[in-house]
């Protein structure tokens, strides 16, 4: 399985009426990657997830998840591969009448695959895995911070132990020093858990500590997918704002790149 990508999207059309978002997207990714999904406001990032999870479809193309095309086979057969990724959605998005440990534990109750001891010894594993105290288990979402928020949900994508985690914009709404702390966790998790990773994000600071490929969405298309180092040689105006800005080159003399 080594050699064949975890996602392999060809020729991916994307229309909302008259707008085209989409037009000829293909995007390839290997285990163990962590691909970062930049560009401008509007130009699909969060869409094109939304087409890799099956929420939307496009109207042309292919999207292949762990080598099968995505609404291919039997129901338990899409259900077994619904299994193997986890997202943590745009601010988390987490059921605001359930508890935490509701939250983290509602994937594996709504598969009815665990019993009520092993689902709570679960959610007791994955509140450690993010680094939350057990006594948050019994709080309601409006009692979290922005942080710990963000650490629920991801402890929730977490929850079937997938091999593919998929966030959309992990580190919006969080102040510099909470970023850092949630990108290093996501670091560490992904080196531990050995897991692919594709994000969305416009943060540079997020992209340099995690990303070992970016995918550059600009006038419909990629047009750059490639490392850090790679794409701050692509010639394009969104990579010279983006990278080369002040807020840009900042973040890249922290991240230690020379760039
Ligand atoms: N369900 C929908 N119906 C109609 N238009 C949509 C829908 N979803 C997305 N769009 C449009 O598609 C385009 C891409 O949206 P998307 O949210 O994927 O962009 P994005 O790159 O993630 O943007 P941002 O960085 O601002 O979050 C936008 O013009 C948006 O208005």
Do not use: C, W
């Not at 009692?143 to 929850?159: Q, T």
């Amino acid at each position: 399985m080594n050699g064949r990508p975890v996602i392999d999207m060809r020729g991916i059309v994307t229309r909302f009426g008259a707008n085209v978002v989409h037009d000829g997207i293909d995007l390839s990714v290997t285990r163990g990657e962590v691909v970062a999904l930049v560009g401008g406001s509007g130009t699909g990032k969060t869409t094109l997830l939304r087409h890799i999870i099956g929420l939307t479809r496009p109207a042309a193309g292919d999207v292949s998840i762990f080598g099968a095309p995505l609404f291919s086979g039997s129901i338990n057969e899409q259900r077994t591969r619904r299994r193997r990724f986890g997202v943590l959605f745009q601010h988390g998005a987490l059921f605001s009448a359930l508890n935490v440990a509701e939250n983290i534990g509602f994937p594996l109750r709504e598969l009815r695959i665990a019993s009520k001891d092993e689902i709570h010894n679960l959610v007791a594993l994955k509140l450690a895995m993010v680094e939350l105290e057990p006594a948050t288990a019994l709080l309601m979402p409006a009692e979290l911070s922005g942080g710990m928020i963000k650490r629920v949900a991801l402890a929730r994508a977490l929850a079937l132990e997938p091999e593919l985690l998929l966030l959309d914009e992990p580190t919006a709404g969080l102040d510099p020093d909470r970023s850092a702390a949630f990108v290093e966790l996501v670091r560490s998790l992904q080196n531990q858990l050995g897991l692919t990773v594709v994000l969305v994000t416009h943060d540079v600071d997020t992209l340099a500590a995690l990303a070992t490929k970016i995918a550059v969405l600009a006038d419909r298309r990629i047009v750059s997918y490639a490392s850090l180092e790679e794409t701050m040689e692509v010639d394009h105006p969104f990579i010279d704002r983006f990278f080369r800005g002040p807020h840009g080159r900042r973040a890249l003399a922290r991240s230690g790149g020379d760039h």
